[in-house]
C-alpha cells in the first residue's frame, strides 16, 4: 500500500504548489505592469499602498515597498496562524516582486479605461487566485483581518472592505481625482470576483438535502437516470417523531433542474433544501460527484447487473 504522506508525494505537492503560486505572481505582475500603473489604478491591501507609494516615489521602487510593507504581516502570522503559511507567504511575496522588477520595462498596453479596468481585473485576479489557491498569499490585509475576527468578532469580508474603502478614498484624497479611485474599486471588484471562480472554479456545485418518503426506491432512481452518488443521512421528524433516511446529494448545477424534477415526478410531497458549494475535495476513491463523460458507462454497468 502505497504511503500518502511520503517524502517524494510530499515534493511533488510543494513542487507543484510553487509552480502554481510562481505563474500566479507573473500574471498578476503583468497586469499591474501592463495594465494597472499605466493607468493609474490600484488594486486593495498591501499592493494597493505599494502603487500608491510608487506613484508617489517611483515605480522602480514598487517591489522594495511591496516587500517592506508584507514585513509586519509576515510577523503577525507566524505568531497568529501557522508557520508553513508564513513560508508560502514568503515565497509568493518574494517571487511577486522579482516580476515586479523585471517586468519594470515591459511595453504597456494602449487600453481605453474599460478595457484596462476589465482585462487588467481579470489578469490580476487570476494571478491571485492561483497564489492563494497553492496556499500563498501576497497581500497582508488578510492575515490583519483574520486576527481582528479572532479577537473582536468581526467578519474577515468586513475588515477587509473597511481597509480597502479607506485604500481608495485615501488615492483619491491624495492625487485629487475621484475618477482614478472609482475606477481603481471597479479593478478591484473585477480581480475579486476572478480570484472566486479561479479558487472555486466554473462548474457550480449544489448540495441537495432530499427528504421524501421512499428513500430506498428514490435512491436507485437518482443513481440510475443521473449516475449520482448520494449518501443517507439518518433523522428524525420534529412534528411526528419519526425515523427516517435523508438523502445528501452534491450535484453540478446544470443537473440540478433534472434532479429536481425526478424527485417531484417520483414523490410530490418530497422536500428539497439545496445550498451553494463553494468547494468538494475527495481522495482517490472516493468520487462523491460523477462527470457527465463517466455517468453513461455508469448506468450501462448498473443495467448489466440487473
Not at 488594486?43 to 510593507?69: E, M, Q, T
Not at 508584507?70 to 507566524?78: M, S, V
Not at 468538494?280 to 454497468?301: D, E, H, N
Request: some cysteine.
Amino acid at each position: 500500500m502505497t504511503d500518502k504522506f511520503s517524502p517524494s508525494r510530499s515534493l511533488v505537492h510543494y513542487l507543484i504548489s510553487f509552480c502554481g503560486i510562481t505563474l500566479g505572481a507573473l500574471l498578476a505582475a503583468l497586469a499591474i505592469r501592463i495594465f494597472l500603473i499605466p493607468n493609474e489604478l490600484i488594486d486593495g491591501g498591501v499592493i494597493g499602498i505599494a502603487l500608491i507609494l510608487g506613484r508617489l516615489f517611483g515605480n522602480s521602487y514598487l517591489s522594495y515597498f511591496l516587500i517592506a510593507l508584507n514585513i509586519p504581516f509576515l510577523f503577525l502570522a507566524w505568531r497568529y496562524i501557522r508557520r508553513s503559511f508564513v513560508i508560502y507567504m514568503l515565497v509568493a511575496t518574494i517571487i511577486f516582486a522579482l516580476f515586479l522588477s523585471i517586468l519594470q520595462k515591459i511595453p504597456t498596453f494602449a487600453a481605453d479605461p474599460l478595457e484596462a479596468i476589465v482585462i487588467g481585473g481579470v489578469m490580476l485576479g487570476a494571478g491571485a487566485g492561483l497564489i492563494i489557491r497553492n496556499g500563498g498569499c501576497t497581500d497582508g490585509t488578510e492575515i490583519l483581518a483574520i486576527i481582528i475576527n479572532r479577537k473582536k468578532g468581526f467578519t474577515v469580508g468586513q475588515v477587509v472592505l473597511f481597509i480597502n474603502i479607506f485604500i481608495f478614498s485615501a488615492y483619491g484624497w491624495i492625487f485629487h481625482d475621484w475618477h482614478i479611485a472609482l475606477r481603481s474599486l471597479m479593478t478591484y471588484i473585477v480581480a475579486f470576483k476572478m480570484i472566486d471562480i479561479v479558487i472555486a472554479g466554473l462548474e457550480e456545485l449544489k448540495s441537495v438535502l432530499i427528504m421524501c418518503s421512499h428513500p430506498e426506491k428514490l435512491s436507485k432512481i437518482i443513481t440510475h437516470e443521473l449516475g449520482l452518488g448520494l449518501t443517507f443521512i439518518k433523522g428524525k421528524g420534529g412534528y411526528s417523531g419519526e425515523d427516517r433516511d435523508i438523502l445528501f446529494i452534491i450535484v453540478e448545477r446544470l443537473d440540478l433542474a433534472e434532479l429536481k424534477e425526478i424527485v417531484l415526478r417520483e414523490d410530490p410531497s418530497a422536500f428539497m433544501a439545496i445550498e451553494n458549494l463553494h468547494e468538494v475535495a475527495y481522495g482517490r476513491t472516493a468520487r462523491i460527484a460523477l462527470s457527465r463523460k463517466a455517468r453513461s458507462s455508469f448506468t450501462k454497468r448498473l443495467i448489466g447487473k440487473r
